[in-house]
């Protein structure tokens, strides 16, 4: 029984495909087949249902528990290698986090604290709902986890709150919102707004705002882009509801201004998350442990405010600003001539 052999079984299940799963291993889809039908033999009992092809068809239940062994065992051998790198000063792997799609502006700030360290990590992050996330967690494929501490059904985890989370509104920064830096639930429920989709989380959070002050409003857009909704203020003269933290990315908002959401005022703890237990990965750890000391010295806050962007109101402005090219169709950009 060979470490090989587990992978090669692991493979299968996460790609669930015999022939996506050899070129992942970078070996042949014939060699694959035996190493898994060594393991068998020498488990001796059958670890998939057997089908025509190279579809994947499922595990017997001697298979379910074989696997969720196989991945312990793969999880604490690669755990066993970073540590030795670790004590050696050269850790080399991978950090592999799992986060809400409303949390892509902080993660490179959490990140940051682990490359500063250890700039040979390389950072494997994956946007997931909770439920793939506990998964995750629990087959060790993830060290750790991003997500909202009130909401996340992850099990008995370890757990450390980060930040808290607060909603804003993003408008066009027109002359009917120019002498204004905060707005009600029931005045957003009258804007013509983009939203997310009603099955995200963030969505449903916020639905239940608008419920408790009475109103149920229609969007004019929805979509599982943040981003993309915030393009639909900046060129389509809508207005979307956004975290906070997003208006802390230079450089995004020419002709929007975000203005706070008063009435009630509502937020979001955020937390990080990892695995229970004896088995802690050194990444994990390093993360971890880099976060408490982000903590006592202040918190995230303190780094985001440090970092805020250009707000150019265009309603001041008698007329649009020149690009710095200007473009033809047929003919090179020629930039535009600069005096000091």
């Known amino acids: 029984m060979f470490l090989r052999q587990f992978k090669y079984l692991l493979a299968v299940v996460d790609e669930e495909h015999f022939g996506r799963a050899a070129d992942r291993c970078n070996v042949t889809q014939p060699s694959l087949s035996v190493g898994i039908k ?9 670890i998939f249902l057997r089908g025509r092809g190279q579809r994947f068809h499922g595990l017997t239940p001697e298979g379910e528990r074989v696997v969720k062994w196989a991945r312990n065992v793969v999880g604490h051998c690669e755990a066993m290698r970073d540590e030795i790198s670790e004590m050696r000063g050269n850790l080399s792997g991978r950090l592999r986090m799992g986060a809400m799609p409303s949390m892509s502006p902080v993660l490179p700030v959490l990140l940051q604290l682990v490359r500063k360290q250890h700039p040979n990590v390389v950072m494997d992050v994956r946007f997931l709902g909770n439920d793939a996330m506990k998964a995750g967690l629990n087959n060790f494929s993830l060290d750790a986890a ?11 985890r370890n757990s450390l709150k980060i930040y808290t989370e607060k909603l804003c509104i993003l408008v066009p920064d027109t002359e009917e919102f120019h002498d204004r830096t905060s707005i009600t639930w029931q005045e957003v429920a009258d804007l013509p707004l983009a939203m997310l989709r009603p099955a995200l989380h963030e969505r449903r959070f916020v639905d239940t705002i608008f419920e408790q002050v009475g109103r149920q409003p229609i969007p004019r857009v929805e979509s599982e882009s943040i981003l993309h909704l915030m393009f639909q203020v900046q060129f389509g003269g809508l207005c979307t509801i956004i975290p906070e933290h997003f208006t802390r990315m230079p450089g995004l908002h020419r002709g929007t201004k975000a203005l706070q959401i008063l009435d009630p005022v509502v937020s979001q703890d955020v937390g990080l998350f990892w695995a229970e237990g004896e088995l802690m990965t050194p990444i994990a750890n390093i993360l971890v442990t880099a976060v408490k000391d982000l903590n006592r010295r202040g918190g995230l806050d303190l780094i985001l405010n440090e970092v805020r962007p250009e707000s150019p109101r265009s309603w001041q402005t008698s007329a649009p600003s020149e690009p710095p090219f200007s473009i033809e169709l047929g003919r090179s950009p020629k930039p535009n001539r600069v005096t000091a």
Do not use: N
């Open 38 to 46: 060594q393991l068998e033999l020498e488990i001796g009992v059958p």
């Open 146 to 156: 991003l997500t909202y501490l009130d909401v996340a059904d992850l099990g008995r």
